[in-house]
């Protein structure tokens, strides 16, 4: 690789971390092409950019700002797969896929500067609310004191129907 495909390719490797929500760093090693072509089918799916990089290269365009301990992630043969709108999305399509193909390793994860572990990634970034379901808790959360509010308002005018109901059951047996 040139020196200016180099800085090139670094210019966009920096640009992915800065405007990701989250990745996942994977070791790919002993899949065969048809599998890796599957899972790159599957993070377009879910709008996650998949791409294999070199270390040094990942390194570099993080410089400084690299959080402390991606540096062990960053040995042997890395995929990084960024997801840019749903934090969880690229790891629930590893998560998905491993159940099937455990020759896919978790290396890390990055979720808002800080590392996470193979298993944090799996038990717990893969398992992070959708954005859709992130929104519909929200509105449950928000309806339900309107909810409440009307089902309260509701009850005497219930409690009244159903003594007015008695008392004309009492009348017509008794």
Known sequence: MMRAQKVEAIGEIKERFEQMSSA???????????????????????????????NTLVKKALGEGMAPGLSEALRGMTGVAWS???????????????KENEKLKIKAGLLDGTVLDSKAVENQ???LPSKDEARAMLLATFMAPAQ?????LNAPAQNFVGVLAAKQRQA???
């Open 24 to 54: 996942v760093f994977v070791d790919f090693s002993g899949m065969s092409v048809e599998q890796v072509g599957k899972l790159r089918d599957q993070f377009r799916a879910k709008g996650v950019l998949y791409k294999v990089v070199k």
């Open 84 to 98: 840019f709108e749903e934090p969880s999305a690229a790891a629930r399509v590893v998560k998905d896929f491993r």
């Open 125 to 127: 970034l893969a398992l």
């Open 148 to 152: 409440q509010m009307v089902m309260l």
């Open 172 to 174: 017509e047996g008794g």
